[in-house]
Each structure stands twice: as C-alpha cells, then as structure tokens.
Nanobody
C-alpha cells in the first residue's frame, strides 16, 4: 500500500521560510518522480515543482529562485524548501508520486496525470 504523508506546513509571515516533507512508503522510491502541487481556496490545483528519478527538476515560474525541491532516497522522502514566502503562496500543498523510471527530460513533471499517488495535503498560510 502506497502512502505519501506530508508535514511541515504552518502559518508564517511574508518573507519567512518553511520546509515541507513528504515521506513515501510502499513504493520503490528511486523509480518514482515526485511532485508538489498546491490548491488555494476557490482555485484549481496547480503544479509547483517536480523532481524525476534522476534528480532533474522542473519549477513553475512563480516559485523559481524561492523554492527548492530535493529528494533523499535513503529516507524515501522528498522535501520542498520554501523561502521568501508570499501571501499568494497560501494553499494546501500536496505531494504526488508517479512511477517513471525511464522518463527523460523534465517537462512531464508538471502534468498531474503523470502522478498516480497523492498525499492528504498540508496547509501553508502566509500572512502579509
């Protein structure tokens, strides 16, 4: 049984930092692409950042230079370091995993359909 469990969300002020974690179990972590998506109230879910099995990454433009994704295969965990947070980053953040051991490039990481498994989400609230 595959499980993705996010943690690390919270309430912070604009300009602060947070680090989200996503612990994965029940899957061969090294063969999975992992991604972070978010959904703000009244808005559709949107892609934030993804990381392939090889470590290639793909970021949405609004977080480039502020957010960093990383993965630790020894811990089966993917991290999202979020710096210089803005009120518009407020959302529920979801971790996602997709079995993509042969994928090349990184554009596919932005497609929600590429991910089969999703976490329950963690709330990030940034006050102005």
């Amino acid at each position: 049984q595959v499980q993705l469990v996010e943690s690390g969300g919270g309430l912070v002020q604009a300009g602060d930092s947070l680090r989200l974690s996503c612990a994965a179990s029940g899957l061969t972590f090294s063969s999975y692409a992992m991604g972070w998506f978010r959904q703000a109230p009244g808005k559709e879910r949107e892609f934030v950042v993804g990381i392939g099995w090889s470590g290639l990454t793909y970021y949405t433009d609004s977080v480039k230079g502020r957010f960093t994704i990383s993965r630790d295969s020894a811990k089966n965990t993917v991290y999202l370091q979020m710096n210089s947070l803005k009120p518009e980053d407020t959302a529920v953040y979801y971790c996602a995993g997709g079995w993509r051991p042969y994928a090349s490039g990184s554009d596919y990481l932005a497609q929600g359909d590429e991910y089969s498994y999703w976490g329950q989400g963690t709330q990030v609230t940034v006050s102005s």
